[in-house]
């Protein structure tokens, strides 16, 4: 084990280092911006490719290897600094792609950066291309400094539609992008006081209910006593899968593989800086179904849940329209933690459906493994003491509520650690009009790469 | 008490009448129904008048006095046959508006009545140009007969959108159109074998239930298990007001004030001729909630019932979006029977639900009372023997599951008994395409009208 005396990196060198970057990491990062890489739209594949060429170049540039890997769909840059085959390689993955801007509350052309202070403003700024620079930049000082380890990025330009054609891409090219831990950086902290290090996410498991009764809309005063009801029946099914008020599944065996989070999760969770307030003013919500901070982030990061988004069938015009539907439809999804497993979820709640009311059809929807991070050895000590030295904060390690169809993609075809050190902030507005980036995640982001390069380039995983 | 011996109308001559009126009747319900009288359709006011003044003029070539009064909508017809004031005075309900006939599946044009044998194809043929034509060829038969009666006519125009205008019209003139019974004649027998009269009608009482936890759709990942679902509250509260699968509806005190039906109605239900089989057929209903025919008809003639009719909010597109929305909003509906009161019976499902659930509003929608049909006494009497003298057989009383608003305002405001004498039949096709009435519904329908004014002038109700 390497400790601080043994640093290969000059502390104040790098002080130095990260402050003269800052008009280099403003130019990129403000380049990168320009380009609208908005995957979900297919009338921006030209910036999308023209997003990929111009990433590929500002890797070269900064003296890296760099190739567009074409996919089905968009296509994947990989760079890599490489600096003896002989050393490790660790595999930075950033997303280089970003949501539509279209929201009118854009007070400044999405597109352009405008740089306010400490403050990067532009679509796609802290998601994720103000971080993914940051780490480009530590990884240089790095490299330049004779960290022994070779470090490769994967930037994907699919990620914000769920990745749907990485797999193959990874599974093709293994040998190539062949790693011994991947660092994802594309989550966000808790709060500005307490840097996040994320422990786990969420996986999924979607399904339809569907249920007929008639041909067509009938009349429910003249059928209306004897005539099944569908929306009426699916109500009941839901009611019957879950209690609405506390989020409790009643899935028969539906929570016998969760894994309860450990005392010490428990304990990370608590200096995480979590607020109740402030959870409800970024999220828009009126109201919870619990009081207790403790028991909200268990319930969005460690419980599993399941939801109804949403139950089509009959009227939905103004007013009533007294028709009894002939069918009803209820789109459903649960949140997966570790152990569980989505097929056998699925089948839980198939044959649980069918003891309900044995004529409502289940289909299976999207789907994806929740993944369990890394709280403990080398690797996850490594990122706990390199964001203690970028930033000067222990950081509590949290899960993620949501589920990224990367992570488990990564980790299951490279087969290798996967861990986690975002740089963005909830204030940073992830998806949200006049998101941004700032200097201070930026600089103690490069702090923290650096150091976590040389962290890992000496212990073993 | 008049018996038989002691009729005015002789039968024979009542039977050679019917016979030679049926190219006269032929020709004048091909006239009514080339005018596409659609009063839902506001293009078709121009023929909705002259639909009015068509049949003003008919009432007229019958010997009868005849106005069309004007309202805030379309206009109503009114006729009479005046034989003495001192006579008492029934009125005859029909309607001339008729719905619209798009549906791909007229074989030919709906507004042209088409004679195949002995059935009159053609919109509004049954519905209610055919049965009104009946009457009038019976009333024309008892005043040449001089049955001591004033046969007043009140053929609406606005029937078929819930006769928006006729309660102010019937308070407005109410001098003018004072009459001792009224007979409706717009219902549907439940078998060609077995007539029917109408028992009652069943009331309504619409209501929205709306729920509001958050400003925007939110996450179900980020904020799913703390974030209130308000599609899966109202689901929970639609199955706490009614159980689906019986129809029961489950809020405390709605069942007090049901009249439940007497040993003598359900044994009237018992002869009306309800099959099941046809019933799932006529609407298209794949399963019943009971199998047992005597639960079906007391379910949807003579018990209340509670039916959502849509839960929107979320999303209703392909596949899944796994949001949790900001708001949902259940449309409901409650038919009640007599002695239900809708406005206490709304009152009970608000407290309800503020019970369940104290952040769901609750807000009225339209409201009828339920309406109490006279199955004792001279004029059900009347009704059933006239009725036995028209077509042979022995009718039963059964009541009508939907609502007729027209019918609860003639006996609020006029203030008198309100009877049914019904000519239709289930395969005539109310509102469907290639709608038709017949020449046997309107031969029986003659005599039967013919004998019922000639009973009901010779006895007190």
Redesign the interface.
């Known amino acids: 084990m390497v400790d601080a005396r043994a640093m290969a990196i000059d502390s104040a060198a790098l002080d130095r280092y990260v402050t003269s970057c800052r008009g280099g990491f403003e130019s990129s990062l403000a380049h990168l911006v320009s380009i609208p890489t908005i995957s979900m739209d297919p009338a921006r594949s030209g910036d999308v490719r023209r997003g990929a060429q111009a990433a590929a170049e500002l890797l070269r540039s900064f003296g890296a290897r760099a190739d567009v890997l074409e996919t089905d769909g968009n296509p994947v840059i990989f760079g890599r600094f490489e600096t003896d085959s002989k050393h490790p390689t660790l595999t930075v993955y950033n997303h280089m792609d970003v949501q539509p801007a279209d929201e009118p509350e854009w007070q400044r052309p999405p597109f352009e950066l405008r740089i306010e202070g400490d403050r990067y403003y532009g679509r796609g700024a802290t998601d994720d291309k103000g971080p993914a620079l940051s780490a480009l930049y530590g990884a240089k000082f790095a490299i330049d400094s004779d960290v022994p380890i070779n470090v490769n990025f994967l930037w994907e330009l699919e990620e914000e539609i769920g990745s749907p054609n990485l797999e193959k891409l990874l599974h093709k090219r293994k040998r190539e992008l062949k790693t011994d831990s991947v660092v994802v950086s594309d989550t966000i902290w808790i709060s500005r006081q307490r840097p996040a290090l994320s422990a786990g996410l969420?996986g999924?498991q979607?399904?339809?209910l569907r249920l007929?009764?008639?041909?067509?809309d009938?009349?429910?005063?003249?059928?209306?006593?004897?005539?099944?009801?569908p929306?009426?029946?699916?109500?009941?099914v839901?009611?019957e899968l879950?209690?609405?008020?506390t989020?409790r599944v009643k899935i028969p065996g539906f929570h016998k593989d969760v894994v309860p989070p450990s005392r010490a999760e428990l304990a990370s969770f608590k200096r995480s800086g979590f607020s109740i307030a402030s959870?409800k003013k970024a999220?828009?919500?009126?109201?919870?179904?619990?009081r207790e901070p403790s028991?909200?982030m268990r319930?969005?990061w460690a419980?599993p849940?399941l939801?109804?988004?949403?139950?089509?069938?009959?009227?939905?015009g103004p007013?009533?329209?007294?028709?009894?539907?002939?069918y009803a439809e209820a789109?459903?999804?649960m949140?997966l933690v570790p152990d569980q497993d989505p097929a056998k979820v699925f089948l839980l709640l198939k044959s649980y459906v069918k003891k309900l009311n044995p004529?409502v059809e289940v289909r299976p929807?999207?789907s994806l493994a929740p993944f369990r991070g890394i709280v403990t050895g080398p690797l996850a000590d490594s990122a706990r003491q390199a964001v203690r030295f970028g930033f000067g904060r222990e950081p509590a390690f949290v899960r993620?509520?949501?589920?990224i169809g990367a992570v488990v993609t990564l980790q299951k075809t490279l087969r290798c650690p996967v861990l986690f050190i975002g740089l963005s902030l909830p204030e940073h507005g992830y998806h949200a009009p006049n998101e941004f980036f700032d200097w201070g995640q930026a600089h103690g982001g490069m702090k923290t790469f650096a150091r976590y390069f040389e962290l890992v380039s000496s212990r073993r995983n």
């Open positions: 969420r999924l979607g399904a339809t007929q009764t008639s041909e067509r009938v009349h429910s005063g003249l059928t209306g006593g004897a005539a099944r009801n929306v009426g029946e699916l109500a009941a839901i009611t879950y209690d609405a008020r989020g959870f999220h828009g919500l009126r109201s919870l179904r619990f028991k909200v319930a969005i419980e849940t939801e109804v988004h949403g139950l089509s069938g009959g009227y939905h007013g009533i329209k007294t028709v009894i539907p002939p789109k459903l999804s949140r004529d929807e999207s993620e509520g949501g589920s």
